[in-house]
């Protein structure tokens, strides 16, 4: 049977096409495991958590004990106490008859648990368990943030630390490490339980160890997947370019790497633009498979939009990132901050605080905007007259600039200042959006956006247009930026490029001229 990209549940190394993951899951047995660290794998949702718990099971086996536990559907645990050890002796139970143990071992950890105290003999079935097991015992628990916010789970991460506790001094025997995997780090739960209230550091889970394995994948480990696909497909493609392009969207982010690559596989090829293999793995197929992805109902984007809405703190940061061009400086221990790193939404880029990838910005872009929308009267213009700005199929970006400029000046000639500062870029993208949806992408160049400037990259059918958006301020500095958008289209191979100034003096001079430098040209349109 062929392999496939999964993008639901474990990935299975013979059933799936996978980034080898043998560094990693050998990094966390040395730097973990054998030494008996309890630790979070806490990291943002289907960034491949329980497929690393599987991997490490598979290789812990050839020398300890692994009792691997989901707490996925198991919200009957935590109605009490006396259920949640029951249940738990039962769970575990069942996955040391999985593993064919001494049957005396089985009997004296199957014996009835108290009513009265309930987690005393839970704690001491597991010390008689690992006292009594030939080999050291692992206790792998996914999913730990299910029922996260229930006491009864801070009693039992209590009941694990005390115990490891008195392991380290020798007073008691218990599981040699402990890995539990979710989204939430177990400090912030309270965070999880009460989004807007102040922020408590109070977890039992004090003792773990900080979990730094970088899970993403890099360049290397994508070519190596999509070498894997191409030895059995051959469908030519360039894998180092390809992989650059991936990461380049995804940052790494697991889920969206092997989604683009199955979008590929399973849904550009075939279609009527790219009716072979070999045809959807060029770069016009990659970014028909970006334009697939972004219209794409999936669970991480609804958990993204649900995030979203939870904090709404979170929600005004990102938009004063995204369209203002605000920088804040990255400090983890702010909660906000470390909200955002925790859901995979930010990162850390030279010391301020960034949308994690190319992918997660571009569909927050496009979720602030139809809030806007429904609004805002700039699509449905857009919309009505779509149909112009094309020529023989191809986007014709001069006079999607030159209707923009038309329109700006009718409708903003008696906004003020401020209003015009924060709010003319979004309102560009809001007329772009409709115009290329549905044919192209579009982009922000991160590394260009500041308050007084903003790079969109629009891709359309194999062209690419480049296009500044920026704030006047004098002659001087918009020479400057001529100047940087010419250096730009070098960097990009381009011959033509767009800029669009918004300009606040009284006496300004608007308009739509071209500026020629070296064979290059720039189309400068100032409101």
């Given at each position: 049977?062929?392999?496939?990209?999964?993008?639901?549940?474990?990935?299975?190394?013979?059933?799936?096409?996978?980034?080898?993951?043998?560094?990693?899951?050998?990094?966390?047995?040395?730097?973990?495991?054998?030494?008996?660290?309890?630790?979070?794998?806490?990291?943002a949702?289907?960034?491949?958590?329980?497929?690393t718990?599987?991997?490490?099971?598979?290789?812990?086996?050839?020398?300890?004990?692994?009792?691997?536990?989901?707490?996925e559907?198991?919200?009957?645990?935590?109605?009490?106490?006396?259920?949640?050890?029951?249940?738990?002796?039962?769970?575990?139970?069942?996955?040391?008859?999985r593993?064919?143990?001494?049957?005396?071992?089985?009997?004296?950890?199957?014996?009835?648990?108290?009513?009265?105290?309930?987690?005393?003999?839970?704690?001491?079935?597991?010390?008689?368990?690992?006292q009594?097991?030939?080999?050291?015992?692992?206790?792998?628990?996914?999913?730990?943030?299910?029922?996260?916010?229930?006491?009864?789970?801070?009693?039992?991460?209590g009941?694990?630390?005390?115990?490891?506790?008195?392991?380290?001094?020798?007073?008691?025997?218990?599981?040699?490490?402990?890995?539990?995997?979710?989204?939430?780090?177990?400090?912030?739960?309270?965070?999880?339980?009460h989004?807007?209230?102040?922020?408590?550091?109070?977890?039992?889970?004090?003792?773990?160890?900080?979990?730094?394995?970088?899970?993403?994948?890099?360049?290397?480990?994508i070519?190596?997947?999509?070498?894997?696909?191409?030895?059995?497909?051959?469908?030519?493609?360039?894998?180092?370019?390809?992989?650059?392009?991936?990461?380049?969207?995804?940052?790494?982010?697991?889920?969206?790497?092997?989604?683009?690559?199955?979008?590929?596989?399973?849904?550009?090829?075939?279609?009527?633009?790219?009716?072979?293999?070999?045809?959807?793995w060029?770069?016009?197929?990659?970014?028909?498979?970006?334009?697939?992805?972004?219209?794409?109902?999936?669970?991480?984007?609804?958990?993204?939009?649900?995030?979203?809405?939870?904090?709404?703190?979170l929600?005004?940061?990102?938009?004063?990132?995204?369209?203002?061009?605000?920088?804040?400086?990255?400090?983890?221990?702010?909660?906000?901050?470390?909200?955002?790193?925790?859901f995979?939404?930010?990162?850390?880029?030279?010391?301020?605080?960034?949308?994690?990838?190319?992918?997660?910005?571009?569909?927050?872009?496009?979720?602030?905007?139809?809030?806007?929308?429904?609004?805002?009267?700039?699509?449905?213009?857009?919309?009505?007259?779509?149909?112009?700005?094309?020529?023989?199929?191809?986007?014709?970006?001069?006079?999607?600039m030159?209707?923009?400029?038309?329109?700006?000046?009718?409708?903003?000639?008696?906004?003020?200042?401020?209003?015009?500062?924060?709010?003319?870029?979004?309102?560009?993208?809001?007329?772009?959006?409709?115009i290329?949806?549905?044919?192209?992408?579009y982009?922000?160049?991160?590394?260009?956006?500041?308050?007084?400037?903003?790079?969109?990259?629009?891709?359309?059918?194999?062209?690419?247009?480049?296009?500044?958006?920026?704030?006047?301020h004098?002659?001087?500095?918009?020479r400057?930026?001529?100047?940087?958008?010419?250096?730009?289209?070098?960097?990009?191979?381009?011959?033509?490029?767009?800029?669009?100034?918004?300009?606040?003096?009284?006496?300004?001079?608007?308009?739509?001229?071209?500026?020629?430098?070296n064979?290059?040209?720039?189309?400068?349109?100032?409101?």
């Amino acid at each position: 049977m062929s392999k496939r990209f999964n993008v639901t549940g474990v990935c299975i190394p013979k059933l799936h096409y996978m980034v080898n993951m043998k560094d990693r899951i050998d990094q966390i047995i040395t730097e973990y495991v054998k030494k008996g660290d309890y630790f979070t794998i806490n990291r943002a949702r289907q960034f491949g958590k329980t497929t690393t718990l599987y991997l490490l099971e598979k290789h812990l086996k050839q020398q300890y004990l692994v009792i691997r536990l989901s707490f996925e559907a198991a919200d009957e645990l935590f109605c009490s106490h006396a259920i949640f050890a029951r249940g738990l002796i039962r769970s575990i139970r069942r996955e040391l008859k999985r593993q064919e143990i001494d049957p005396q071992l089985l009997q004296q950890w199957e014996q009835p648990i108290s009513d009265d105290f309930p987690f005393q003999d839970l704690s001491d079935r597991i010390t008689e368990l690992c006292q009594n097991s030939h080999n050291k015992i692992v206790l792998m628990i996914d999913e730990v943030d299910k029922s996260s916010d229930n006491q009864i789970f801070l009693s039992f991460l209590g009941l694990l630390r005390n115990k490891y506790l008195d392991q380290r001094q020798e007073q008691d025997i218990t599981f040699h490490s402990v890995i539990l995997a979710g989204v939430y780090d177990i400090k912030n739960l309270k965070q999880k339980l009460h989004p807007d209230a102040e922020p408590k550091y109070n977890s039992p889970w004090n003792i773990a160890a900080d979990f730094t394995v970088d899970m993403s994948f890099h360049p290397q480990d994508i070519a190596g997947m999509l070498s894997s696909y191409e030895e059995e497909h051959h469908t030519g493609m360039d894998i180092h370019t390809f992989s650059q392009w991936i990461y380049e969207y995804t940052d790494g982010y697991p889920y969206m790497v092997s989604r683009i690559c199955m979008l590929l596989d399973e849904q550009v090829a075939g279609s009527s633009d790219f009716p072979e293999k070999a045809d959807a793995w060029t770069k016009d197929g990659f970014l028909a498979a970006i334009r697939l992805f972004l219209q794409d109902p999936n669970t991480l984007f609804d958990d993204m939009f649900k995030k979203i809405e939870e904090y709404p703190l979170l929600k005004e940061r990102l938009k004063d990132i995204l369209f203002c061009g605000m920088h804040y400086a990255f400090e983890i221990t702010s909660p906000i901050i470390s909200i955002g790193v925790m859901f995979g939404f930010l990162k850390n880029v030279n010391n301020s605080v960034a949308i994690a990838n190319r992918i997660f910005e571009t569909k927050m872009y496009n979720m602030f905007l139809s809030e806007e929308e429904l609004t805002n009267g700039i699509q449905p213009l857009a919309q009505d007259g779509r149909s112009q700005f094309f020529v023989h199929g191809m986007l014709q970006m001069n006079l999607v600039m030159e209707k923009f400029y038309e329109y700006y000046e009718e409708i903003c000639q008696n906004s003020n200042e401020k209003f015009l500062e924060h709010e003319g870029r979004r309102m560009f993208l809001l007329y772009l959006r409709p115009i290329i949806n549905g044919a192209g992408n579009y982009y922000i160049e991160a590394q260009t956006r500041d308050h007084t400037r903003t790079d969109v990259i629009v891709d359309y059918r194999g062209r690419r247009f480049i296009i500044e958006m920026k704030l006047w301020h004098g002659n001087a500095y918009n020479r400057r930026g001529e100047q940087q958008l010419f250096e730009y289209l070098d960097y990009y191979k381009e011959d033509t490029g767009y800029l669009l100034s918004f300009h606040f003096n009284k006496n300004k001079k608007t308009g739509i001229h071209e500026i020629q430098l070296n064979g290059k040209r720039i189309v400068e349109v100032v409101v």
